[in-house]
């Protein structure tokens, strides 16, 4: 027959409680925090669970394929155009007008995308650039990158961080993978996240990333650099020192020091047809031996994307309220109801 999902239970205020699902569950709490739900709950890899003590109710590969962008955050620009401060209230004037360096997701000036020479003339470029002002490599960044002190202040430690920008080399369609696996059976402990970066057996994720690079020195020649003298700012990797600087050697160390993610988890629960081939959730985002569970999240994505996967989880929301109220009848008049009655 197999087994149901019945509803879920949670802990509020120091109080447990149990919502009993009246038709179905749906999980929505991410790539890193559906799997680590899923696993405590006994859906997961058979043989981690079990080294847990945890029963299993269904033995899938959930958490066995997280996928990301790798990022090389190691290249910096100075200039000789020092952009103006302007007080904290002008730029809250501006953040309600939708505009200034507040509307902006991290402060971001300008995106590119690129073909390496693994894609060039498909029309799928697999290489993205992220022009970011150097006020934002700040201490903050240190620790959410968990740089050392010598680390940072090679690259990111710049004389006048108000005339340099940092540019972000990021790979789409990535092929390493990594993988969530549980701590403990403790709800409360975050899970183990390895995101395994560069670890492609034919090396196509770091091979890109330093064609970013290159590509990145050449249009420090334009004449569009030129013009304001932009020239490679911060200095020589000390872990990286048995290497000429600049060279083909030294990036490909650096990059292995500098790669971080770029926050755009996904694929944990991938989509697919068959669980023995790896898949978590069928067409319908149905939890594959679980009747009445569905995920709908980033984590159902079976692969890495050619882009930020913000709008492709809202695309999977739509898609999961379409089959909903396909399934349920529920129609446009129902939802009036609801919201005129509430």
């Not at 043989?47 to 790798?70: F, K």
């Not at 560069?198 to 590509?215: A, R």
């Amino acid at each position: 027959m197999g087994s149901s999902a019945v509803g879920v239970e949670f802990t509020h205020g120091g109080s447990n409680y149990f919502v009993r699902a009246k038709k179905e569950v749906i999980l929505s709490a991410g790539a890193f925090n559906t799997p680590q739900l899923l696993m405590l709950s006994g859906i997961g890899p058979g043989n981690h669970l079990q080294d847990l003590g945890i029963e299993v109710i269904q033995d899938l590969e959930v958490g066995s394929t997280l996928r990301d962008n790798p990022t090389f955050y190691g290249v910096a620009f100075q200039t000789n155009y020092t952009e103006p401060i302007e007080p904290l209230e002008n730029y809250i004037e501006q953040y309600f007008q939708g505009v200034g360096p507040l509307a902006i997701p991290g402060n971001n000036q300008g995106v590119g995308f690129y073909e390496s020479s693994y894609t060039r003339g498909t029309g799928i470029p697999d290489l993205e650039f992220m022009f970011i002002p150097a006020v934002a490599s700040t201490i903050l960044q240190q620790r959410a990158f968990r740089l050392t002190d010598q680390t940072y202040n090679d690259v990111y430690r710049f004389q006048d961080v108000g005339s340099t920008f940092g540019v972000y080399v990021i790979v789409l369609h990535s092929k390493s993978v990594g993988t969530v696996r549980l701590r403990s059976r403790d709800p409360f402990q975050f899970p183990l996240i390895d995101a395994n970066f560069l670890s492609d057996p034919e090396n196509k994720d770091i091979n890109v990333l330093y064609e970013g690079v290159q590509l990145l020195m050449q249009m420090a020649q334009t004449r569009a650099f030129r013009s304001m003298d932009a020239t490679l700012a911060g200095g020589q990797l000390s872990a990286c020192s048995q290497y000429e600087f600049l060279s083909r050697e030294y990036w490909y160390c650096a990059i292995r020091q500098l790669t971080i993610n770029v926050y755009h988890p996904l694929g944990t629960c991938p989509m697919g047809r068959d669980p023995r081939e790896g898949a978590v959730v069928d067409s319908e985002l149905k939890v594959f031996g679980i009747k009445k569970l569905r995920v709908a999240d980033s984590s159902v994505f079976p692969f890495a994307l050619a882009g930020h996967p913000t709008a492709p989880s809202v695309m999977v929301g739509e898609q999961m309220g379409d089959i909903l109220k396909e399934k349920y009848k529920y129609n446009d008049n129902y939802y009036d109801v609801l919201h005129d009655y509430f």
